[in-house]
């Protein structure tokens, strides 16, 4: 006999399955967040102990010397993705621009592709081009050199995260204001760029996320310093990852534990960008919800 | 083919005009002769041409990638596919409100109604403040937004949206306005309002509608088109098409043994 179709209530093996898997999708939560939280936790523990307002402003001594500083570092990576930003913001949001709005044209398919291969490139290897294109031509490891390496892990991402927050604005949009009798390029810059500008905005922080968190392209281009760079172009300059790198893989006891404090300042500073982020991107919900 | 009524001037004109997509034809040879401050439907069964068409009178057929133009579009005399005519100059003649309303969603309703002459390098506050004033006037918009015209173009609703479409359109002071379905996304109240504002119009403006609605030709149209398949099937003063219509195929669409 067929079971009858008429009974409301659900049946038992389908609320168990239902249990089943809700607990198992929350395990693999819990299984993907532990390591992150595992990794938080030992940074606060470790480089806690070590943060302090001479810790920041100090500049870098000997090990086992007291009142050591990582400002220079912390200058330097600044200064670095300051000066990659300089250099991958104008790039990378014109190369997108030019992926969404000449998107039928066979170069930007083309270049599309190369840029999307160079998003996942390793980052050692551009750290070794630069290294090859800059500091071997100039004879000297640079903030310039290290920006221009940095730029390059930069501008892929930037332009790819333009091409799809402008590709997300309407074509009838732009048909509008072309109908207007405005030009393209300013209907390219005031309206669609106007209309996408929170993603636009989103990926660049992002990107410079990336950036401050690279230790690779850094070491061969701008290595290290133990005290604050006066030329951009002739000089290596310290960084916080590279500083983390050389203090960790060290010997020395209190070295290392610097090493952990820089790591916790390194992730304060990527938290404080993501949650920029997010303060972005929920400010253009609440506009949106206006409507 | 087509019945002209040579009675007033003709302010834009299509001669032998073709479009096509990639290798597909589209239009295959439309002439028409659209008299000055009146008002013309242009009907026909889906994908019969009518948005190529009209696409075509403000060169924003061209924009699409695989798109094709020949024939000539001539307004007060000029075609205004001879090369050395500036497109951008083109469009800012002959205006555009779309099927689905699209303000500018960054934008407030002032700057909205306004950002035809902004974007194009007006800066003269009160200029600007008149301008947005007389089009929503015109669009009849300005008495329910007058005191809310900094808020978001999208916080109105679907017919006033369209309506400020028409004022932004109307700010730039166009001498043809070309209208894509505008009431096909709207419900019969703002329909209402919209065909006032659009029977307002013709005093000023030469403007051609695309319309799925019959009874909507009917009612405010001066002329008539019927096209089938890329054609032009007839064309003549809106009465005698609905009333009298001389081609066979004009009659089975009006009578509806085909849509």
């Excluded at chain 1, 690779?216 to 990852?241: E, G, R």
Aim: glycine share 8%.
């Amino acid at each position: 006999m067929k079971k009858s179709n008429t009974s409301t209530s659900i049946s038992l093996w389908r609320r168990f399955t239902n249990r089943l898997m809700t607990i198992l999708i929350v395990l693999a939560i819990i299984l993907a967040i532990t390591p992150l939280i595992f990794i938080l936790v030992e940074v606060l523990i470790q480089g806690g102990s070590v943060i302090s307002l001479a810790f920041l402003t100090h500049l870098p001594e000997p090990p086992n010397v007291a009142g050591a500083g990582i400002a220079p570092a912390l200058v330097g990576s600044f200064t670095m993705v300051g000066l990659a930003a300089l250099f991958s913001i104008p790039i990378g949001v014109g190369a997108g621009i030019f992926f969404s709005e000449w998107s039928s044209s066979k170069l930007a398919s083309l270049s599309g592709f190369m840029n999307d291969v160079l998003t996942g490139f390793p980052s050692m290897v551009i750290g070794l081009f630069v290294f090859i294109i800059i500091v071997l031509t100039t004879k000297e490891q640079s903030a310039f050199a290290g920006g221009v390496a940095l730029s390059f892990i930069m501008i892929p991402i930037i332009a790819r995260t333009t091409s799809e927050s402008l590709k997300l604005v309407p074509t009838t949009l732009r048909e509008a204001s072309m109908a207007l009798g405005i030009p393209r390029w300013k209907t390219i810059f005031r309206v669609v760029i106007g209309t996408g500008k929170t993603g636009l905005l989103t990926g660049i922080v992002l990107a410079v996320a990336r950036a401050t968190g690279e230790t690779a392209p850094l070491l061969l281009t701008a290595a290290t310093n133990t005290h604050y760079i006066t030329s951009l172009f002739a000089q290596p300059t310290a960084s916080l990852t590279v500083l983390i790198y050389n203090y960790g893989t060290s010997s020395f006891a209190s070295w290392q534990a610097q090493a952990w404090g820089a790591a916790l300042v390194l992730i304060v500073i990527m938290l404080a960008l993501n949650l920029f982020v997010k303060f972005i991107m929920g400010r253009s919900l609440t506009e949106a919800r206006m409507e | 083919m087509s019945d002209q009524d040579l009675s007033s001037a003709a302010k834009i004109e299509t001669k032998g005009l073709k479009a096509r997509f990639g290798k597909l034809e589209v239009l295959k040879g439309i002439n028409l002769r659209f008299p000055e401050n009146s008002v013309t439907a242009i009907m026909g069964p889906s994908g019969c041409g009518k948005t190529t068409f009209i696409r075509c009178l403000n060169r924003i057929h061209e924009l699409t990638p695989g798109a094709k133009v020949e024939g000539e579009v001539i307004l007060d005399g000029i075609n205004i596919y001879s090369p050395n005519v500036d497109p951008v100059a083109i469009r800012r003649r002959i205006g555009m409100v779309f099927q689905k309303p699209n303000p500018f969603p960054t934008m407030s309703i002032y700057d909205n109604a306004v950002a035809g002459l902004k974007l194009n390098g007006i800066r003269n506050r009160k200029k600007l403040e008149e301008l947005a004033e007389r089009s929503l006037r015109m669009a009849f918009l300005w008495d329910e937004v007058k005191d809310d015209l900094k808020k978001p173009g999208t916080a109105l609703s679907g017919g006033q949206q369209q309506r400020l479409c028409i004022a932004r359109a109307l700010a730039v002071e166009p001498e043809v306005i070309l209208m894509d379905e505008p009431c096909s996304a709207l419900d019969p109240v703002a329909t209402a309002k919209v065909e006032e504002s659009i029977v307002a119009l013709k005093e000023n403006f030469t403007i051609i509608i695309v319309t799925h609605n019959m009874q909507q030709a009917a009612r405010i149209s001066d002329f008539t088109a019927f096209m089938y398949l890329g054609q032009l099937i007839e064309f003549g003063k809106t009465s005698e098409v609905f009333e009298n219509p001389k081609n066979e195929l004009t009659e089975k669409y009006i009578t509806g043994k085909f849509g």
